[in-house]
């Protein structure tokens, strides 16, 4: 088991994720690169003016981290940086994994196997029905219940697997409840099962939160489960990320007729398993998925990398063998035939300047 991270190094963790300007990938590859966000901190000035950037990184104040803890710690949950521990070695499974996450209830949950149940906020009586059927009988199998804490499927899904084990992953902050009616929900939930959220407490639920919340929702599950969905829907989403981080889309099917079963009967036309009930849940997975094989835990720093110096030659290597279409950094290491590390701090320089998109799998491309 990895050891506990020193207590200034997560408080710096939390900052680097907490700045506007660094996102997931970023922040990974800034501990990559530094071997610690500590050092990440301290170079960033440096770094930021190599690369151009018109205006300094604005990182947050450790005062302002050290206020997210406290605020955390006063509604009863816990901030959870990645390196430490207990961060959930689902979600460290992801490419890339979140840099930050908090939990408010039973956080042993968040170790067990677990499977999502998602779907149609509008959902019909009998798609309510099924899918607190299939997350009770599934949560007697010995599997936690993973959902979004929305209206119908979601909330179906929570109350169907109270007894057994639930996680709620919200959009916002573990104090802002929503929807509002799910008050009554959200008391049971974490005291019995267990809240999570990418947020600080305080964040109020925008529309631009809730793909990270299915993203999360798809990470801390071995597979998803979809009752009920439209064509365009958060649902949808929720299977795109499972399919991108390896994890397994099973469906329900519904009427032709109904539209909240055109993304469900989609899925199953393009080779998702046909779910009627928790056996064929089980059936689909077989048994050797709860031993599912993850990565270690990473250890509570990256080991201490070397950094060639960079100069103009390598800058105008690297961003000769970039364009606009996206290219694995691997190739742009062959092409430009320069040291990994070299690569990868010019790949930085060009990040923070806005000059570089970085997209899922590790590849690359120039900004626009």
């Given at each position: ?5 020193p ?11 907490r ?24 170079a ?62 039973q ?15 509008n ?21 936690v ?7 119908g ?5 929570h109350t ?11 959009a ?18 974490k ?24 993203r ?35 469906a329900?099917?519904?009427s ?39 990565r270690?835990?990473e ?18 290597k690297?961003?000769?063998?970039l364009s ?45």
């Open positions: 088991m990895a050891l506990p991270l207590q200034q190094e997560r408080l710096a963790r939390l900052r680097l994720a700045t506007d300007s660094i996102g997931p990938v970023t922040f990974h590859e800034l501990l990559a690169h530094f071997g610690s966000a500590a050092e990440a901190i301290e960033l000035p440096q770094l930021t003016a190599q690369s151009r950037r018109r205006a300094p990184v604005d990182i947050v104040h450790a005062d302002q981290a050290m206020a997210e803890f406290d605020a955390a710690g006063k509604i009863g949950a816990r901030v959870l940086v990645f390196g430490d521990p207990d961060y959930p070695q689902m979600l460290r499974a992801v490419d890339p994994a979140p840099p930050v996450i908090s939990c408010l209830g956080a042993g949950l968040l170790i067990r196997p677990a499977i999502a149940i998602v779907g149609s906020r959902a019909s009586a009998a798609g309510a029905r099924l899918a607190a059927m299939i997350a009770e009988e599934l949560g007697r199998a010995d599997y219940i993973v959902s979004g804490f929305a209206r499927i979601d909330t179906a899904a169907g697997s109270l007894p057994s084990g639930t996680i709620g992953v919200f916002g902050g573990l104090d802002v409840v929503y929807p509002p009616e799910n008050m009554p929900l959200y008391g049971k939930v005291t019995e099962g267990v809240l999570v959220s990418e947020m600080p407490p305080g964040t109020r639920p925008i529309a631009k939160l809730f793909p990270r919340r299915n999360l929702i798809s990470g801390l599950s071995l597979a998803v489960v979809v009752v009920e969905a439209a064509m365009r829907s958060g649902s949808l989403i929720t299977a795109r990320f499972a399919l991108e981080q390896g994890r397994e889309v099973l329900v099917p519904g032709p007729l109904d539209p909240r079963a055109k993304g469900s009967n989609s899925l199953i036309k393009q080779g998702a398993p046909l779910v009627e009930s928790a056996e064929d849940v089980l059936a689909a997975l077989g048994p050797s998925l709860r031993h599912h094989h993850l270690e835990p250890a509570c720093a990256f080991p201490k990398p070397e950094r060639p110096e960079l100069d103009e030659d390598a800058r105008r690297v961003v000769a063998a606009p279409t996206p290219t694995h950094i691997d190739e742009i290491i062959r092409h430009s035939q320069l040291p990994a590390s070299m690569v990868r701090g010019v790949l930085l320089e060009l990040d923070l300047s806005g000059r570089l998109n970085r997209e899922p799998g590790g590849y690359v491309s120039l900004t626009s």
